[in-house]
C-alpha cells in the first residue's frame, strides 16, 4: 500500500472537532505573530514533540510492559 493510500485510512487517534477548532484558532495567531514570536513557539512545540512526548510514550510503554494500568481523570490529574 502506498503513503499516500494509508493517508485515506481514519486513524485511531483521530482529532476530535474542538482538537480541530483549537489548530485553526493557532494558525490565525501564527499569521499574525511576529518572527521572534513564531521562534519561541517552533521551540517550545519541538520540545515538546521530540522530548517530552517521546518520554511520556516510553514511559506509558514501560508501564504497559509491566502490565500496569494508568488511569487519568479529566482534567490530567493522574490516579494509580
Known amino acids: 500500500m502506498a503513503a499516500k ?3 485515506d485510512i481514519p486513524s485511531e ?3 476530535s472537532i474542538g482538537d480541530e477548532l483549537r489548530y485553526t484558532e493557532m494558525c490565525r495567531l501564527i499569521d499574525k505573530a511576529p518572527l521572534e514570536e513564531l521562534r519561541k513557539v517552533a521551540k517550545d512545540l519541538a520540545r515538546h ?3 517530552i512526548q517521546e518520554g511520556a510514550i516510553r514511559y506509558l510503554a514501560r ?3 509491566a502490565g ?3 488511569r487519568f481523570r479529566l ?3 493522574r490516579t494509580e
Do not use: H, N, R, Y
Request: charged share 30%; net charge negative.
Open 49 to 51: 514533540s521530540l522530548c
Open 68 to 70: 500496569e494500568v494508568i
Open 63 to 65: 508501564k504497559a510492559a
Open 5 to 7: 493510500d494509508q493517508l
Open 75 to 77: 482534567g490530567g490529574e
Open 13 to 15: 487517534f483521530e482529532p
